[in-house]
């Protein structure tokens, strides 16, 4: 029986595609529904997804951000107002053009993204300089036409926070961008325990119609790159658009600068394919929807699912602890929580109850530890803080094991063929170059790191004087 589970997860390294899709579908996070590209999310991927919007929401709220909501239509006009962004955002849009049987006078695009409607919100009620900073977050649902899909990396509706600021000045607003990048990386980094390199796209890969965007980007166990979360700095542009204009300090008029950043349930797609292995999901502990479950051995017999039940009272306060006392055997059971990553298994039988102890069953390692009745929370509390750092740090190994460098371009193709991941290598900063490199090897320009390195003194293309290094992978 066992075996015949576990087979119903294709190997990651026999076809990595899918097993992705039998993980978020085996492991009950997603199904498929009748719109192409449209996923429903169920009750464990929902709850997932909660404890990571929660952790983010309140680190947000922490930051001095207040959370507001806009409507899901916006007028064309509207969005036309700034040219680089639509241009952006043209092939994704989807567009309501009836309502009922009457064609509309304007046709109302799905959001994509919500800057326009921020921003004439703003305009409305920006006036002086003591109306700044506005902190404005929403968490919201938005639609992207996308001719690919998969689970979570890229659907056609998405759940996601969108952060909508304005300040007083250019410094003010690319604060706040760094401050937003540093609160993604901590959410990837200590919660979802996924190393990130952060930096900033190049022009090419840029926000549409922003003044620059930085990025953290993760690596998946495909070798492939995850953009994780972004953060823009607007600059002014979308406030001359707009006139959102406020009185300064020396009662002249100026305009505001913004910002925006998002973070979506794309992150869920990083968790799995950063952890997971061939028996499903392996969720870090802090944002797992169950972080203990109890699963009562030779149930049948009289006591024990007393004491399991007595157990679950007792460590819910503590830990989000799950009961399975389903007539299923428990090698199905133990398959079952394997496969949805649960990061502790509790086994009690009648030996253990007469010895005054549980078992403990790790699933990033599957090894047992026993533990008196006693010392049950201690052990448990310690052992969820030795597994969320033992993920981080076998991704963060991974990630280092996974990141060449390449000083020309025969060099570049060797290791991107030989150890699939990041490629550490110059760039001359021309578009000319980055869509080369695009072209002859399907990677692209990830990000330009915060932390620079000179691996040589010219650029990995044309040979020229190098300006930057640059992070390159193939990605989703």
């Known amino acids: 029986m066992e075996k015949e589970f576990v087979k119903s997860i294709t190997a990651m390294d026999k076809d990595f595609a899918q097993w992705y899709t039998d993980v978020v579908t085996k492991a009950d996070l997603v199904d498929y529904s009748s719109v192409r590209g449209s996923m429903i999310i169920r009750p464990y991927g929902y709850a997932l997804w909660e404890n990571i919007r929660d952790a983010l929401d309140g680190m947000i709220k922490e930051t001095g951000h207040e959370n507001v909501y806009m409507p899901l239509f916006i007028p064309e006009s509207l969005l036309e107002k700034e040219k680089d962004h639509i241009a952006g955002f043209a092939p994704e849009v989807a567009w309501v053009t009836h309502g009922g049987s009457e064609e509309l006078a304007e046709r109302l695009c799905v959001r994509p993204t919500s800057e326009v409607l921020f921003c004439e919100h703003y305009k409305n009620i920006i006036h002086s300089y003591r109306d700044l900073p506005k902190l404005y977050n929403q968490w919201a649902n938005v639609v992207r036409w996308e001719k690919t899909t998969r689970p979570f990396l890229r659907t056609l509706e998405f759940l996601w926070q969108e952060g909508h600021t304005a300040h007083e000045t250019d410094e003010d607003a690319h604060e706040e961008t760094k401050r937003m990048l540093d609160v993604y990386a901590t959410l990837l980094e200590d919660y979802l325990a996924v190393p990130v390199v952060k930096g900033q796209k ?59 950043w998002g973070m979506t349930t794309r992150v869920i797609g990083a968790l799995i394919m950063v952890h997971g292995d061939d028996r499903g999901l392996v969720i870090p502990p802090k944002v797992a929807p169950t972080q203990v479950m109890i699963v009562p051995i030779a149930q049948h017999k009289e006591g024990v699912l007393d004491f399991a039940y007595g157990l679950k009272e007792r460590l819910s306060g503590a830990f989000r602890t799950g009961i399975d006392a389903s007539d299923k055997n428990p090698g199905w059971k133990f398959n079952e929580y394997e496969m949805k990553g649960v990061p502790v298994r509790l086994e009690a039988g009648p030996r253990d109850i007469e010895k005054n102890q549980v078992v403990l069953v790790r699933r990033d390692t599957g090894e047992k530890l026993i533990a008196t009745l006693d010392e049950v929370e201690e052990k448990l509390g310690a052992l969820l803080t030795d597994i969320q ?13 996974k990141t060449s460098v390449a000083e020309n371009m025969e060099q570049f193709k060797e290791r991107l063929e030989s150890n699939p991941g990041m490629i550490k290598a110059m760039w001359c900063g021309k578009r000319e170059c980055e869509d080369k490199i695009k072209e002859e090897t399907g990677a692209t320009s990830r990000c330009i790191p915060f932390e620079q390195e000179k691996v040589s003194d010219t650029c990995v293309c044309c040979g020229g004087k190098a300006e930057s290094m640059v992070v390159w992978a193939k990605a989703y």
Not at 241 to 259: C, M, S
């Open 202 to 260: 190049t022009e090419k890969e840029k926000f549409a119609g922003a003044k620059f965007t930085y990025t953290v980007e993760s690596l998946m166990h495909d070798g492939k790159a995850l953009q994780s979360g972004t953060s823009h700095h607007l600059g002014d542009g979308f406030a001359k658009a707009f006139g959102i204009n406020y009185l300064d300090r020396e009662g002249k008029l100026q305009h505001v600068h913004q910002t925006s």
């Open 389 to 401: 750092q033992n993920l981080f740090d076998r991704a963060k190994e991974l990630l280092e094991k």
